[in-house]
């Protein structure tokens, strides 16, 4: 059945008045506005920004347009459960995110150091947010009105709905919904959800009956009446060989002879789903399980990975103590007549003016960029985009981008006429997906584009080219820039849409992510071979030199990832060498909850193949502070204060061929002395590419929870002089 479309509702309480020009934060402004009380309180970890990037804002917004009368608590102080009382008690339920980075990524480095900022709190201010603020938040939410429903979202919740590995602990930790002991989940893009939670709640309903709706999960003591089970071990079994049923499989029609003839044709069979999505469940191993066991810790991963269609995928059902984790399949996407009523609520686009002149550096970065979709088909393993926003790219139309752009040179303060981005989670995506609906409603690929891209996939860029001429003929808007990561793999299937992006779109540097060099370290990223990007690169020079432009290539790439060794490692730097690249600021991987490389780190095997107890594919994982420090020198091999731990390294690994001055060689001798005062180009180095695009460093410019929340690399390569 398709859903009601999120703006088919009629509200409970009429709108008399129209918007508000920012959503009240105090009793006061609730004055103002003539309110007595709230309907629903959004209590976040981030500054509260009126903009379409800011998770709270487009809740806020969406919920307020349905006649809902929506409080903002932002970044209260969490010592006490005082300021969780400033706008009185709601009179629906508290809505709790930890803001559009998971805390622990926001408040700690790969290494595990607490960092000092942060980039959405005015002044850069660090330490405005608890450790898993979504913990802490919903305990004062209850400390100050016991009876108010819960509802948790926003990517912290969403990526840690099930039993989970945490980093930071090195455990596993039980759903987040049950340590918070909220009433309900929201996981990924979650406007539909919570629009049916807020009516029912206003018509009357409990929460206990809201059971069955898409993109939740709930805590229950059995599994509604007249579903059937299936154990997770009749999918994968751990240990026994099961080879998943291909949806593409071609049959031949020769029943004599088993081995058709060259030219015969091949007709492509569509396989229907082998199970009934709406009336059976999977049931992964309880988390009392999974915390002693890594390999079926990678077996649950696994199977949570396969049920991630939201037209086919099942129920999930974990076991937590006595209670029951129920969490129903992901969301159906978000139509393009949706996606522009989203994008077009009233937002202020400035941060709220209690923050006075206060920079906000996240705000800063995004304020004249536009988000054109929603979700990623890349599947990159050390990513969970697509585990929080799907895999089916969500689209606005072309006149709700271009809306915006006039938003932009209207509201925006200051405006010089550049739109710094027009993007998401990767630039290049926006109206590409699979051509055959049947297809696209049964696959449980993990990745249209890897091994290599599947053949029902769109990949034609005219849409996004049309976009782009559009864009720069706005009145008012001098430059449009691309800053969202280009999926060069894609672009090389188009060379017009390259040109184009080159000629008119590219500030000087243009950054995309080979991650690494290595086949089995690329395999196991889900990433494509340095092929693709030669070919790439090959086009990029081609057209910049035809425009007349100096443009350079920024690659990113990642240190440590869970299967590369440090032999792996010794062949990306020397790669960067001969390629007369330096990388600034690089970091380690960065293991976020749900995301298949996190699971490869904790199980220290490969879940993206069948998951056995016996002759599994075990991989080395750098752990140790030593060896992690070792991979993240390698992308540096030009600083001297790396050269005595990679000399050692070398040694050990019986590579001294590559200390020494000769051209092949990696880093100096010891008696050499350092090169100091080298020139250096200087250029626009963005923020490191996450996840979060998950955002696990934080892409300040996409902090809505848009943003890559799993893939953490180093900051821009730049190329030496």
């Known amino acids: 059945m398709t859903p009601t479309a999120i703006y088919d509702y009629t509200p409970y309480w009429a709108a008399c008045f129209g918007p508000a020009p920012f959503l009240p934060t105090t009793r006061e402004e609730m004055d103002i506005l003539g309110w007595d009380s709230c309907d629903i309180i959004i209590v976040t970890g981030d500054a509260y920004v009126d903009h379409p990037s800011f998770g709270m804002a487009v809740i806020g917004r969406a919920l307020e347009a349905q006649g809902f009368r929506v409080g903002i608590i932002a970044q209260p102080n969490w010592h006490s459960k005082d300021d969780f009382m400033a706008l009185g008690e709601p009179n629906l339920f508290f809505g709790v995110t930890a803001g559009n980075m998971d805390s622990m990524i ?139 049923p291909n949806p593409y499989a071609t049959e031949t029609q020769c029943e004599t002879n088993k081995k058709a003839e060259p030219d015969a044709a091949k007709p492509i069979t569509i396989r229907p789903s082998r199970h009934d999505a709406k009336n059976t469940y999977v049931r992964l191993p309880s988390f009392e399980k999974l915390k002693n066991d890594r390999i079926l810790y990678a077996h649950a991963s696994r199977v949570m990975h396969l049920e991630a269609n939201p037209y086919s995928a099942r129920a999930l059902a974990q076991q937590h103590g006595d209670q029951l984790l129920w969490i129903n399949p992901p969301p159906v996407p978000l139509t393009t007549e949706e996606m522009d009523y989203v994008f077009g609520l009233p937002y202020a686009r400035v941060p709220h003016p209690k923050y006075g002149k206060a920079k906000i550096p996240a705000y800063d970065m995004i304020k004249t960029s536009v988000n054109i979709m929603r979700g990623c088909f890349g599947g990159c393993s050390f990513c969970s985009i697509t585990e929080h926003e799907g895999r089916i790219i969500q689209n606005r139309s072309q006149a709700s981008i271009i809306e915006e752009l006039n938003d932009i040179r209207d509201k925006v303060p200051g405006f010089t006429g550049t739109i710094s981005d027009l993007g998401g989670p990767t630039a290049n995506m926006y109206r590409l997906g699979c051509s055959d609906p049947k297809a696209e409603r049964n696959c449980r690929r993990p990745s249209c584009v890897f091994p290599k891209i599947c053949d029902k996939l769109n990949t034609d860029h005219r849409h996004t080219i049309d976009l782009y001429r559009k864009a720069r003929q706005v009145e008012g808007i001098k430059k449009v820039l691309i800053a969202s990561g280009v999926r060069y793999d894609l672009a090389i299937e188009s060379p017009e849409y390259v040109k184009e992006l080159v000629t008119h779109h590219v500030g000087g540097y243009l950054k995309i992510a080979p991650e690494h060099t290595e086949k089995n370290t690329l395999d196991l990223m889900m990433k494509p071979g340095m092929g693709a990007y030669e070919r790439f690169k090959a086009l990029f020079e081609k057209y910049s030199k035809e425009a007349g432009k100096k443009q350079y290539l920024i690659p990113y790439f990642i240190a440590a990832h869970p299967g590369c060794t440090d032999e792996d490692m010794v062949h990306l730097a020397c790669w960067l060498k001969e390629n007369d690249f330096e990388c600034d600021q690089v970091q380690n991987f960065y293991p976020s909850p749900m995301c298949n490389a996190t699971a490869m780190y904790h199980s220290e095997t490969n879940p993206l193949k069948r998951v056995k107890y016996k002759k599994r594919e075990d991989l080395t994982v750098a752990k140790g502070e030593r060896q992690r420090r070792l991979h993240k020198a390698l992308l540096r091999y030009h600083d001297p204060a790396n050269w005595p731990l990679i000399r050692d390294a070398l040694v050990r690994m019986g590579k001294s061929h590559l200390i020494g001055n000769g051209p092949k060689c990696l880093i100096p001798k010891e008696d050499a002395p350092a090169k100091v005062g080298r020139q250096r180009r200087s250029g626009r180095h963005g923020t490191q590419r996450f996840a979060t695009k998950h955002p696990n460093q934080p892409d300040i410019r996409r902090p809505s929870g848009k943003n890559r929340a799993s893939a953490t690399t180093n900051k821009p390569s730049r190329k030496r002089k």
């Open 106 to 244: 926001n408040r700690y480095t790969a290494d595990r150091k607490l960092r000092h900022d942060d980039a959405y709190t005015p002044n850069n201010e660090g330490g405005k947010r608890p450790d898993r603020a979504v913990l802490v938040y919903s305990q004062r939410c209850r400390e100050a009105y016991k009876q108010t429903p819960i509802v948790l979202g926003g990517i912290e919740a969403s990526l840690r709905r099930l039993a989970h590995y945490d980093y930071w602990s090195d455990k596993v930790r039980r759903s987040v919904l049950c340590d918070a002991k909220a009433d309900i989940l929201l996981f990924g893009n979650a406007e539909r959800a919570l629009i049916e939670v807020a009516h029912r709640l206003s018509r009357g309903e409990a929460l206990a009956d809201m059971t069955r709706i898409a993109g939740t999960a709930v805590m229950m003591k059995h599994p509604p009446e007249g579903m059937a089970e299936v154990d997770s071990t009749r999918i994968d079994k751990p240990g026994k060989a099961m080879v998943m």
